[in-house]
């Protein structure tokens, strides 16, 4: 089976640049979500989907980031324009069903903002 | 601020004895998970244990809960140096935290050939 895809790995870029992220959740995974990892933490849940339908985005920064999950599959997260303090590993996971179920994550987008 | 805080925020051991971390959190929960980050890499899961059970066992891994003290322990026995990595409490599903989804802010275990 094969795991949750991620793109690009890695990504630097300027401040008021901005950027987008690719994943690929499991085949037949209903939810998906995307966190926000900065060093030396946990990571913090931005957005979450239920199909392609948004259950929880509270702590997403509306005014600069958006994130959308057509026909249920793929997503993209977007930051636009970026900020210093946005530099973090962005994860994707993705679950069978809602946060009752183990989530799989993806490698991470490690993101650089100079 | 995150639901989960994991204590100690670091932990060095030498290979063979048990590791135990401790999670503590604010609010009701329906389930309380347990994941591992190796350096570098992606969260892998380890076991999730339902706010109606106490205790749960996988391999080389125990963990506890007890809502009265809104907190849970992972021990794992028999530690290895492949064990070396973060350990992350999460929790979830509690109706008065929003359904919201909070890991906590790790253990650092480090495992000593």
């Known amino acids: 089976e094969a795991g949750v895809a991620q793109s690009p790995r890695y990504k630097i870029i300027e401040k008021r640049q901005s950027v987008a992220f690719w994943c690929n959740p499991i085949?037949?995974?209903?939810?998906l979500y995307w966190y926000q990892q900065i060093l030396g933490q946990g990571p913090k849940l931005l957005i979450q989907?239920?199909?392609?339908?948004?259950?929880?985005d509270s702590q997403l920064p509306k005014d600069r980031f958006s994130a959308e999950r057509l026909k249920g599959v793929d997503s993209t997260l977007k930051i636009q324009p970026a900020k210093l303090e946005d530099s973090a590993v962005y994860l994707c996971?993705?679950?069978?069903?809602?946060?009752?179920?183990?989530?799989?994550f993806g490698p991470g987008t490690r993101l650089t903002v100079t | 601020s995150q639901q989960g805080e994991e204590d100690p925020q670091a932990l060095s051991i030498q290979e063979g004895e048990n590791a135990t971390m401790n999670c503590s959190y604010k609010?009701?929960?329906?389930?309380l998970q347990w994941y591992r980050q190796n350096s570098g890499r992606g969260l892998v899961h380890l076991i999730l244990?339902?706010?109606?059970?106490r205790e749960k066992h996988s391999g080389r891994l125990r963990v506890t809960l007890d809502t009265s003290k809104k907190s849970s322990s992972l021990l794992i026995t028999a530690s290895r140096a492949a064990d070396t990595a973060s350990y992350f409490c999460?929790?979830?599903?509690?109706?008065?935290?929003?359904?919201?989804?909070?890991f906590g802010t790790g253990t650092s275990l480090t495992v000593i050939p």
């Open positions: 609010t009701s929960i329906n389930n």
């Open positions: 989907f239920q199909n392609n339908g948004v259950v929880d």
């Open positions: 999460a929790t979830g599903g509690g109706l008065n935290t929003g359904n919201q989804f909070y």
């Open positions: 244990i339902r706010s109606n059970e």
């Open positions: 085949s037949g995974h209903a939810t």
């Open positions: 996971a993705s679950s069978f069903g809602g946060r009752t179920y183990e989530q799989y």
